[in-house]
């Protein structure tokens, strides 16, 4: 949102500059509208913060599950490359089959996943210095 502001700032000065003249007068019709652009940004941020506390808190699974979900989805693909597929492939091994499953790519998934473990560190370093902003 902030790089939407940014890119107007330009294109509202140019305006400013050809319709008022007095610098002061037009610096500070430029910075309330920066301001207000930030307040409107804030605020929509704060909306989808509420959002998502109504869905975590909702009682359907198809609603506050959403994002338990793909956290087992990734952890079933790790469990899968890691664990079962190899298994299976040296049990198939050890039948004299031929037979070789191949290994989910989990090229797309590793993403998703690091970002949620890196967002529940952050969360475990911010209680444990006790900086977290409990409410």
Request: hydrophobic share 50%; net charge positive.
């Amino acid at each position: 949102m902030l790089s939407v502001i940014s890119a107007l700032a330009g294109p509202i000065s140019k305006l400013l500059d050809k319709f008022i003249e007095d610098k002061d007068v037009k610096n500070q019709l430029a910075h309330e509208i920066s301001t207000m652009a930030e307040r409107h940004a804030q605020e929509l941020a704060k909306g989808q913060l509420e959002v998502n506390k109504t869905e975590a808190a909702h009682k359907s699974m198809f609603v506050a599950g959403w994002r338990p979900a793909v956290g087992w989805v990734c952890v079933l693909g790790m469990f899968s490359n890691f664990i079962v597929i190899p298994m299976a492939n040296f049990g198939l091994a050890l039948a004299a089959m031929d037979i070789v499953i191949p290994l989910i790519s989990t090229g797309e998934m590793m993403p998703v996943l690091m970002g949620m473990l890196g967002l529940g560190a952050m969360r475990t370093v911010e209680k444990v210095k006790k900086v977290s902003r409990e409410k």
